[in-house]
């Protein structure tokens, strides 16, 4: 299960990055037209799904609690952002009309 939580993390972080770099803004804008607030925690809850899914598979190591808050941090941050998203974390595409 913990393989799956990462491999989950990693796709979610992917298109985050691939969201947010612009790169293909004019499909993303399509997709989450009415979601748009997902583009500003995808790459925080990737990242909180992929350390928490590698805390869990490489349990009983020291590392494993670092791994764990740090990921459940982030997954704050993501939460937060859902909320509350400021300018300076927008996109370049995303600071005309369409965040405005």
């Excluded at 992917?14 to 790169?23: I, K, L, M, N």
């Excluded at 804008?29 to 992929?50: D, H, S």
């Excluded at 869990?56 to 590392?63: D, E, N, W």
Aim: net charge positive; hydrophobic share 55%.
């Amino acid at each position: 299960m913990p393989i799956a939580i990462v491999i989950f993390g990693l796709v979610v972080l992917a298109f985050g990055v691939w969201d947010y770099s612009g790169y293909g803004r004019h499909t993303s804008a399509k997709r989450l037209w009415m979601f748009i607030w997902v583009l500003y925690a995808e790459i925080p809850l990737g990242l909180c799904f992929t350390l928490v899914g590698l805390g869990a598979l490489i349990s009983q190591h020291p590392i494993t609690d670092w791994l764990m808050v740090i990921g459940l941090a982030s997954g704050c941050v993501g939460i937060v952002l859902v909320f509350w998203h400021p300018k300076s974390v927008r996109p370049i595409w995303l600071r005309g009309p369409l965040g405005d």
